[in-house]
C-alpha cells in the first residue's frame, strides 16, 4: 500500500512539473530601455511658513507634505526649528491659539478659527496666519478672517510687501 501512495504523489508532481514548463513564455533577447533616471531626487511638496525677523515677515519652507490648513498654522504656532532660531526668526502667535480650525467659505473666503480671542493678536501674528494660509491655500488669491474668543480681525490680503512666495528655502 505504500508504494500505491508513493507512485501517486510522484505522478501528481511529475505532471505539475509539466504544466509549469509548457505555460508559453519564450525566451527573448535583452530589450533597451534607454538610460536610467539620472540627477537629485525633487522634494515633490514643502511648507511654506510666514515668520517674524527683525520685526518683519519671512517666508521659510520646510520639506514635507501637504498639510491640511489648521495643521499648517499648528506647526506656525509652535514657532521656528532650531536652524530658523539660529537664522533670527520667531513667531508672534501664541501657543494657547491652537488647536486652529479652518473653513472655506464663498471661494476665495478663508476663517481661522483660533483657541484664543483674534483681537489679542498682534498686528504681525495676524499677517503671519494671512500671508501662510495665503501660500498654502489652492486658490491663487485669498482672503483671511481670523475669528476666536468672539472677536473677528479680517477679512484680510496678505500685505503686498509680503506676497506669499512658493519654492527653496529662504
Known amino acids: 500500500m505504500r508504494t500505491g501512495r508513493a507512485r501517486r504523489v510522484l505522478a501528481a508532481?511529475?505532471?505539475?512539473?509539466?504544466?509549469?514548463?509548457g505555460c508559453g513564455v519564450r525566451p527573448?533577447?535583452?530589450?533597451?530601455?534607454?538610460?536610467?533616471?539620472?540627477?537629485?531626487?525633487?522634494t515633490t511638496t514643502a511648507i511654506t511658513l510666514f515668520l517674524v525677523r527683525d520685526g518683519r515677515l519671512g517666508a521659510v519652507t520646510r520639506p514635507g507634505r501637504r498639510l491640511p490648513l489648521a495643521e499648517t498654522l499648528t506647526l506656525l504656532a509652535a514657532g521656528p526649528t532650531a536652524g530658523e532660531q539660529a537664522r533670527g526668526f520667531t513667531t508672534d502667535i501664541p501657543r494657547e491659539a491652537g488647536?486652529?480650525?479652518?473653513?472655506?467659505?464663498p471661494a476665495g473666503?478663508?476663517?481661522?478659527?483660533?483657541?484664543?480671542?483674534?483681537?489679542?493678536?498682534s498686528t504681525l501674528a495676524v499677517e503671519q496666519i494671512v500671508c501662510t494660509v495665503s501660500a498654502t491655500a489652492r486658490e491663487r488669491?485669498?482672503?483671511v478672517t481670523v475669528v476666536g474668543g468672539g472677536q473677528r480681525v479680517g477679512p484680510r490680503d496678505c500685505?503686498?510687501?509680503?506676497?506669499?512666495?512658493?519654492?527653496g528655502p529662504s
Open 141 to 143: 488669491s485669498v482672503r
Open 28 to 42: 527573448s533577447d535583452v530589450i533597451l530601455a534607454g538610460d536610467p533616471p539620472s540627477g537629485p531626487v525633487a
Open 99 to 105: 488647536p486652529f480650525s479652518v473653513s472655506a467659505e
Open 159 to 167: 500685505p503686498e510687501s509680503h506676497p506669499p512666495r512658493l519654492g
Open 13 to 21: 508532481g511529475l505532471v505539475s512539473l509539466v504544466a509549469v514548463t
Open 109 to 121: 473666503h478663508v476663517v481661522v478659527t483660533l483657541s484664543a480671542p483674534a483681537g489679542d493678536l
